[in-house]
């Protein structure tokens, strides 16, 4: 039995997260450039994307390119520019057929112009789609989301508009890049790396976290599905004992 026939259909996780990493290190070990490696990672999006829509995940978010990641050197910046905008503008006909709406977290408008002009088209052009939601974070920093929600929301306090005690967990998710969409049930990162590297801090507060060994470009759907399974063999506490975890379900 293959590991996608072992899942519970009930039990899907309506948000998985990605930290799609290992692209460099996975072209290197081929000895090629790294921009090979960004080139065959597209492959690996394409599966997660098929995976997702299949065992109908909700959202899909895929940590594209960080805030920090403009510090790497032009080439390779410039290479993944070119990338990001050839693959979004192939991939809108089969984002359509496969009901798939795209959207995106980050500092979007600050991306190069040919970049950003190329995603608005998509996410325009996809918007009325009903399947899986896949959103790429691009230019994206966690700190600098929540930095600019506390800033939102003190302005809302200056203006006299709330008082300090409206302040909840829900207000400040509500002023996120991600506001309106559920926090990510789990988040998988390959390539090795036990780190966050400012990737949803204040989502990923109680998310399932999935380390694998595997380059990005190695990632395929079985992987994927892997994760799922993983995470579905996994006791969510949430704070509580195991024996209070397990009256809830029997009494559900
Ligand atoms: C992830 O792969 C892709 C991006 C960060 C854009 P890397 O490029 O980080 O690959 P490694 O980690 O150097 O192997
Ligand atoms: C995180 O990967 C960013 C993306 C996957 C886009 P990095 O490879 O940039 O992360 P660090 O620098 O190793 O933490
Ligand atoms: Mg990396």
Known sequence: MSVKDRLDINNIPEHV???????????????????????????????????????????LTLYAFSTENWN???????????????????????????????????????????????????????????????????????????????????????QGEIELSDISDQMVSDHLFTAGIPDPELMIRTSGELRISNFLLWQLAYSELHFTPIFWPEFKKENFYQAIYDYQNRERRFGMVSEQINKANEEA
């Not at 960004?38 to 098929?50: I, T």
């Not at 959207?103 to 991306?111: K, P």
């Not at 399947?131 to 600019?148: D, M, P, R, V």
């Open 17 to 59: 997260a990605i930290i799609m990493d290992g692209n460099g290190r996975w072209a290197k070990s081929k000895g090629q450039m790294r921009l090979f490696g960004h080139a065959m990672g597209v492959e690996s999006v394409r599966e997660a994307l098929k995976a997702a829509t299949e065992i109908k995940v909700k959202y």
């Open 72 to 158: 790497r050197p032009k080439e390779e910046v410039d290479g993944l520019m070119d990338l990001l905008v050839t693959t979004i503008a192939n991939e809108i006909e089969s984002l359509n057929e496969n009901d798939v709406r795209l959207d995106a977290i980050g500092n979007i408008d600050e991306l190069p112009t040919k970049c950003n002009q190329e995603l608005k088209n998509a996410i325009e052009r996809t918007k009325s789609n009903k399947g899986t939601c896949l959103i790429l974070a691009l230019n994206y920093s966690s700190k600098f989301e929540i930095k600019s929600a506390i800033k939102q929301i003190a302005e809302k306090y200056k």
